[in-house]
């Protein structure tokens, strides 16, 4: 693997392959010694143009359970806001000998620039560009998903059969788009559920079934409910008329919560807007994964760094 | 050259149960053993010795699997490795007598990562090591406790373990080029 910038680009055999690396990662996340010396002399870069603290201490704790060197560069106070551009950025990056570059930016495509501009000859991983895509995220969502269905027989295997209904703010999600193509990828059925405001222009033609109603949507099975978070932040116009509306159409709160099967997963990738897109009795509940899918996140993304940076890079002298 | 049989089904038995007989003199009875096997051929031959052992001594013991690929020395060259499953059994390796197996010993890198391995998880006692096939050529301060067959080789020589459990049949053949020293 030389970069891992969406998951559109995974096969099914290659994303199976990185979860299956996660449970050798996840075994050693138990020992006492909860380090590897795989990726000792190499350098990790996480270079992050946008706040977020759970996807870089994520990212900081892999590399360095694999011995890699991780240098954290935030955007906030740095020659950035002094008007550096992310070409001179990346040189200085190469310069100081990355071997991986870790990348969150608001800008779509980002990541996708580094990684073909011949700036930096680095394996860049995206770590969230914009609306776009959000890989490890799905990876750690696909692997929650296969070690709650499977187990500890989960090794090689796909997730044929699963039905996965998606809630919320579709159209700012980075973390929806990922799962749509990882999931589908890996032989689950995806169902989008959100208001139609909160839909992307296109959406017809993703590989998944679009609704607009939670409660029949809920009707019918589904193997697990992910929750998105409504990103305020990147709303510049009404999407909804309020929170309290939203929360009663589309949040996931106890009464909905009763009505899943047995065995039914909860997801959330964090942070959570308890009571508004779901309830504390949700996000609390044995069927919810929020805090395994933490954990779990860093063991996939020691897996991709490791993917990344062992044996000779493809492409390179 | 053509590939050469030099130890069939029989031999391969044989050899195991020796090497099983070893283990237990040398540790006076099964009291603490551990068998853990290296990916990939490694692991069966533990399975197969750790059952030996249990029926010999009529003690039972633990066999597992202890996977090296996060400590080899050349995870920067040639292809990315796939690490395989460790597992350890559940008396872990604190305090007790570990015997690693595998299947050819060559230039003594994977065992050196099999140490260091084994040290992460826990202090095993004593560490001894077995191997079916000791083909020479070491490139570290390591010597075998237990071997099937010794096999002086070329370097241009290819040793070929074949197991049921794996391969669907069971021998260990040589093939390639010999030198002058060992024809």
Request: glycine share 8%; charged share 25%; no cysteine.
């Amino acid at each position: 693997m030389r970069h891992l910038l969406s998951t559109r680009d995974l096969t099914r055999d290659a994303a199976v392959n990185i979860l299956d690396v996660a449970e050798d990662m996840a075994e050693v996340s138990t020992r006492e010694v909860k380090k590897l010396p795989a990726l000792r002399s190499k350098t990790v870069v996480n270079l992050f143009f946008e706040d977020s603290t759970r996807t870089r201490i994520s990212f900081e704790a892999a590399a360095k359970r694999l011995s890699a060197d991780v240098i954290n560069f935030s955007a906030k106070g740095s020659s950035v806001s002094k008007g550096e551009s992310l070409k001179d950025t990346a040189q200085t990056l190469a310069a100081i000998g990355a071997d991986a570059v870790v990348v969150r930016h608001g800008a779509s495509g980002a990541p996708q620039t580094l990684a073909t501009s011949g700036w930096i000859d680095a394996g860049i991983v995206n770590a969230g560009d914009g609306t776009h895509e959000h890989p490890t995220q799905a990876l750690l969502d696909a692997f929650t998903i296969r070690r709650r269905l499977h187990g500890a027989a989960s090794r090689g295997r796909d997730l044929d059969g699963v039905t996965v209904t998606i809630v919320g703010d579709v159209l700012h999600s980075r973390v929806a788009r990922s799962n749509v193509w990882l999931l589908t990828t890996l032989g689950a059925q995806v169902r989008l559920v959100a208001p139609p405001t909160l839909l992307p222009v296109g959406v017809s033609s993703w590989p998944a079934t679009v609704s607009y109603d939670l409660d029949s949507s809920l009707e019918q099975a589904t193997d697990v409910v992910m929750m998105l978070r409504v990103q305020s932040e990147r709303m510049h116009a009404a999407f909804f008329p309020n929170a309290r509306e939203y929360s009663r159409w589309w949040g996931l709160d106890d009464a909905r919560l009763a009505q899943l099967g047995e065995g039914s997963i909860v997801m959330h990738p964090g942070p959570m807007n308890r009571g508004f897109e779901i309830s504390s009795g949700a996000a609390d509940s044995k069927a919810s994964t929020v805090l395994e899918q933490v954990s779990n996140g860093v063991s996939v993304r020691m897996a991709v760094l490791y993917l990344l940076l062992s044996g000779e890079r493809e492409g390179l002298a | 050259m053509p590939e050469r049989v030099v130890l069939q089904q029989a031999d391969i038995a044989r050899a195991l149960t020796r090497i099983s007989h070893e283990i237990l003199e040398s540790n006076r009875g099964a009291d603490g053993l551990v068998i853990l096997g290296i990916p990939t051929r490694g692991v069966i031959l533990a399975q197969r010795i750790a059952a030996l052992v249990s029926e010999i001594s009529g003690t039972p013991v633990e066999a597992g699997a202890l996977d090296v690929t996060m400590y080899r020395d050349d995870l920067s060259r040639g292809r990315v490795r796939t690490p395989a499953p460790t597992h350890i059994p559940a008396g872990g390796v604190d305090g007790r007598v570990v015997v690693l197996v595998d299947d050819v010993l060559y230039s003594g890198r994977t065992i050196r990562a099999a140490l260091d391995a084994l040290g992460d998880i826990g202090r095993p006692r004593v560490v001894r090591l077995a191997a079916l096939v000791d083909r020479g050529h070491r490139e570290l301060p390591i010597r075998p406790d237990f071997v099937g067959k010794n096999l002086p080789s070329s370097q241009l020589e290819r040793i070929n373990v074949r197991l049921h459990e794996a391969d669907g049949q069971e021998f260990v053949s040589i093939d390639g080029q010999a030198d002058e020293a060992t024809r």
